[in-house]
Structure formats: structure tokens, C-alpha cells
């Protein structure tokens, strides 16, 4: 039942894009920081301005803590920026600055139209809490305390590890396997009895790093096969899929999934997405 392994005794879930639908926000205000700074860069110097696209922000920035995501993002443009600092004004040209500026974007468009669940991971995190199965909410977003809390959700995990979290702990960030190791240990659960919840390539590729019993990818975007080659081992379009569905194998995942194909990856977190 459940779509789980036998002996699972955690599950831990991303947020934005997986419980909440917040990666949608993430998405438009990383594109509306990135367009605004790329259009001031093109100027600046005589080049074609290319704006920032959906392919960009899954390989890049998805599931990552934000200062990753704004230096892997240039970087793979050619863009050096100096670091900065946390304290630098939103928009000033460092990787602290357009970070501070993407965050700033993402607070107002959560003000302004609060935060929805998706209601069949809401349906399917009851059901494993009436199990007796533990919950984990795993995220890389320095405002995940805010969003579980206007969405009315936070009674819904035993357990919170985010960019805040992270930071503090001096946890690596996703597709590293820190956080979601970190939340498990807090639950006092083994990984091999602990399941991974991603919509992110770089999340299913945490989890797979992470040799957790199962890694489930939730596909929203049309990504299953992405989800697939970075470690996921089976993938849905709604977590409630998995109601009424038996676990895979115990010795590995469905027969019809992909085995545990996907990189092992590691990489500094420096901030929150």
C-alpha cells in the first residue's frame, strides 16, 4: 500500500513544486531577476540580449540553494560575478546581490497570492501519517517557514530541514545528500528506511546519493525522463498516484522503473534558495 517499500519508516518531502505550488513563483521571479539583469548586462556590453528560459532554470537553479543556483546560472553563460555579501541591496550586480533581489521577488508574489497546496500530496501525507510513518519536510528555500505556515501546513511534518537549517549547520545543499540525511537522522530513521519526494533533478539526484529505500519523482513539468536519469526510481505526476499502489521489491525498485542510474554529486551551500 502506499506505493512504499516494506520497513519504510519516513517519508521526506521537497516543498515547492511537491506540497506546495511554489515552484511556479520560484520559476517567475528567478526569470524576472535574471531577465532584468541580463538586459543591464547586454547593454553594458554591446551584446544580444538572450533571456532566461524554462530549460535553463531546470538545469540550473531548480532544487538549489539560491546562491548556487544565480552562480551556476551565469557561470553556464559565461558571467562571472564577485560573491559579495549577504548584506548586499537586491540587484547589485554580485551573486549576494541578485540573489537578495530574486528573493525579495518571491516574498512579494507569495504576499500577494498566498500559497497553494497540491491537495493530492496533502491526501497522500495523511494517509503515511495514519500509518504511523514519519514526515520530513526538505527544502532548500530560507522562507519555508513562512510558506508552510500561510499555507496552514506545518502540523503536517515531524521534522523541518531547510535553507535556514542548512546554512546553519554547514549542511551541503542539493544534489548533495545533506539535508535529506540530516532530516532522517532527526527522525531517527535509517535511509535505507526513509523515501525521497522531488520534482527537482537535483533533488532526485540527492536522494539517490543518499541510497535511501526508494526515490519517488513527481513530475509537474514534463520532465519524467530527466527525473529518471538523475536517480529517481519511479516518478508520477501526483504523489496521490501512489495511494492503493503496492511498493516495489524490497530488493530494489519496480520492475518497470529505472534501476539507481543517476550520478552521485556533491557541492558546497552557501545560501538558501
Partial sequence: MLGLPDGVAACLFDMDGVVTQTAVVHAAAWKEMFDDFLREHAKSTGTKFVPFDSHEYDDYVDGKPRLDGTKSFLESRGIHLPEGTPDDAPGTPTLYGLSNRKNDLVLAKIAAGGVQVYDGTIRYIHAVRDKGISTAIVSASANTVQVLQVAGIADLF????????AKDRGLRGKPAPDTFLAAAQELKVPAKHAVVFEDAQS???????????????????????????????????????????????????????????????????????
Wanted: no cysteine.
Fill in 158 to 165: 515531524d521534522v523541518r530541514v531547510d535553507g535556514v537549517i
Fill in 203 to 273: 533533488g532526485v539526484a540527492a536522494g539517490h546519493a543518499g541510497h535511501f529505500a526508494l526515490v519517488v519523482g513527481v513530475d509537474r513539468v514534463g520532465q519524467a525522463e530527466q527525473l529518471r536519469q538523475h536517480g529517481a526510481d519511479v516518478v508520477v505526476k501526483d504523489v496521490a498516484d501512489l495511494l492503493g499502489q503496492d511498493g516495489p521489491d524490497k530488493d530494489g525498485p519496480d520492475k518497470d522503473g529505472p534501476d539507481h542510474d543517476g550520478p552521485d554529486h556533491d557541492g558546497p551551500d552557501k545560501d538558501a534558495r
